[in-house]
């Protein structure tokens, strides 16, 4: 049973920076795709960044590359994602996912693990 559990979200100025955490358990992940995903109040859950586990082939989506970076830490188990210059539309619930796979994708439908989500705030 794959366990997903995020952490590290919290309010923070715009410029500011927050460091999110997800912690995963339960089955090896070395053919595993990792991912972070958001949701804002009133929009559907989007696609932010993902990373293999092995910490290679790390991509983004356009509105955050720069600024965030995902990474994994294969001896804790975690992934990890860095997020500076924050802006006050970052705002949002931010799930970690995964799924088994190293083929790229960037969509909600192809991960079939998810966290329950953290929030993270960015005042103006």
């Known amino acids: 049973q794959v366990q997903l559990v995020e952490s590290g979200g919290g309010l923070v100025q715009a410029g500011g920076s927050l460091s999110l955490s997800c912690a995963a358990s339960g089955r090896p992940f070395n053919s595993y795709t990792m991912a972070w995903f958001r949701q804002a109040p009133g929009t559907e859950r989007a696609f932010v960044a993902r990373i293999r586990w092995s910490g290679a082939n790390a991509y983004y989506h356009d509105s955050v590359k720069g600024r965030f970076t995902i990474s994994t830490d294969n001896a804790k188990n975690t992934v990890n994602q860095q997020m500076n210059s924050l802006k006050p539309e970052d705002t949002a619930i931010y799930y970690c996912?995964?799924?088994?796979?190293?083929?790229?994708?960037?969509?909600?439908?192809?991960?079939?693990?998810w966290g329950r989500g953290t929030q993270v705030t960015v005042s103006s």
């Open positions: 996912a995964a799924r088994f796979g190293l083929s790229n994708r960037d969509y909600e439908d192809a991960y079939g693990y």
